[in-house]
């Protein structure tokens, strides 16, 4: 029994006018609860729902407003999820719906609470069926794309694979309409992308081509989860596991889904700049950063907010979630967590970056 997040796009799942094609939704469905049959756990991240709402709401094309999308997702992941919980329910299977902010995987309580209602609908014999929260996440907050939401809720479920279905059978060397381009059946490593290129746009529906594609293969396979690629089309082949569309094998070891995140999260709030000692302390002692060490600080953010950490050069060297406000920090710069105990109460005596929510760069 395997455990795998199959996530597809809104290319394969709707049509040129904005509805659901139910064409194309069937044989991936069947080919879902053809894997179930043999005894593998599937979470279902599903797009489509800014697309499939743009027939309902009489509207030619992807808004590009935020308002407007959002009015766009509301309507059709209400007809997204009702074809799928339809569709399933004719094998005798129920359909659960995870809508997740970037929240839900940066900040440690949010993390948990998304792990365990994973486990629960597993457990239950549930098929969760993924989104992002389109309707209420705002602009900065957005994962902004489904495939990078996928490879963080492979390391959230802990798959034990990754396939990304698209309405392209592999990655190419190139635009797959040009004629020079190559098909690529594995990719071992970064050594195997340098000379492929992603730059040009995908289809209409789609929001991020080939490039957030590579980037959560990069995410996924970083964690340990290898990643097929291939098309909608070849749903049944991908998750038999037959030799179809290009496989990208595990570079590394899990960690953390909250430090993957951090690694590869696009949206610092802002930054801290480091003095040398603290910078050492951060590369090579696997220390926390106290404020003693901490000498500026930029943007505005919250306790818990992603932030950079920077040194006096301005390179960034890592990433952490900061415990506390912008607004706290210039008064506790350059001082001792004794000194602040003292002179501000016992709670600024903690870290201003816990080691455990850090990562190198
Ligand atoms: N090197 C490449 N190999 C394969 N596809 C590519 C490449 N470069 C760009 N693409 C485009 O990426 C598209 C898939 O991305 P996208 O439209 O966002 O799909 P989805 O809706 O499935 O997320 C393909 O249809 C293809 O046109
Ligand atoms: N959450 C959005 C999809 C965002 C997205 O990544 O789309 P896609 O590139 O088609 O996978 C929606 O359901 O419309």
Redesign the pocket.
């Known amino acids: 029994m395997s455990r795998v997040v199959v996530k ?5 799942l709707t049509t040129d006018d904005g509805h659901l094609d139910h064409a194309a939704i069937g044989p991936l469905v069947d080919a879902l609860v053809e894997a179930r049959g043999r005894g593998d756990e599937v979470v279902l991240v599903s ?1 489509g729902a800014i697309a499939a709402g743009l027939g309902p709401l009489g509207l030619g094309a992807r808004p590009r407003d935020l308002a407007t999308q959002q009015a766009a997702a509301s309507v059709g992941q209400g007809a997204l999820l009702e074809f799928y919980a339809r569709s399933f329910a004719e094998y005798g299977l129920r359909v659960g719906q995870v809508l997740l902010t970037i929240d839900d995987v940066t900040r440690r309580s949010h993390y948990r609470n998304a792990h365990q209602t994973f486990a629960k609908l597993l457990e239950l014999g549930i098929v969760p069926v993924v989104n992002e929260n389109d309707t209420v996440a705002t602009s900065e907050i957005r994962f902004g ?3 990078r939401l996928a490879a963080l809720v492979a390391h959230l479920v802990h798959a034990d694979r990754l396939v990304l ?4 059978d ?8 040009l004629p020079d ?1 190559v098909r690529i059946e594995r990719v071992g490593g970064e050594d195997d992308l340098v000379e ?8 209409a ?6 490039v ?2 590579i980037e959560a293969a990069r995410i996924a396979t970083a964690a340990g989860v290898p990643v097929l690629l291939t098309n909608a089309a070849q749903a049944h082949e991908a998750l038999a596991d037959e030799p179809v569309g290009t496989r990208f094998e595990p570079t590394g070891k899990r960690r953390p889904a909250r430090l993957l995140w951090l690694a590869h999260a696009s949206e610092t709030k802002g930054s801290l700049v480091l003095d040398d000692g603290a910078v050492r302390a951060i590369t090579q002692g696997k220390a926390s950063l106290l404020a003693a060490g901490v000498s500026g600080v930029e943007g505005t953010f919250s306790a818990g907010d992603p932030v950079d950490l920077v040194g006096l050069g301005g390179t960034v060297v890592a990433r952490g979630l900061v415990n506390f406000d912008a607004t706290e920090l210039p008064a506790m710069v350059g001082r001792s967590s004794r000194d602040l105990a003292a002179a501000l109460g016992p709670e600024y005596e903690r870290e201003v970056v816990h080691r455990d929510d850090l990562v190198v760069l």
């Open positions: 597809v796009g809104s290319s394969s797009s794309d489904n495939d279905l698209s309405d392209v592999a990655l190419y060397t190139g635009h797959p309409s381009s492929v290129d992603v730059t040009r746009v995908g289809s529906v789609g929001t991020g081509g080939m957030t594609k």
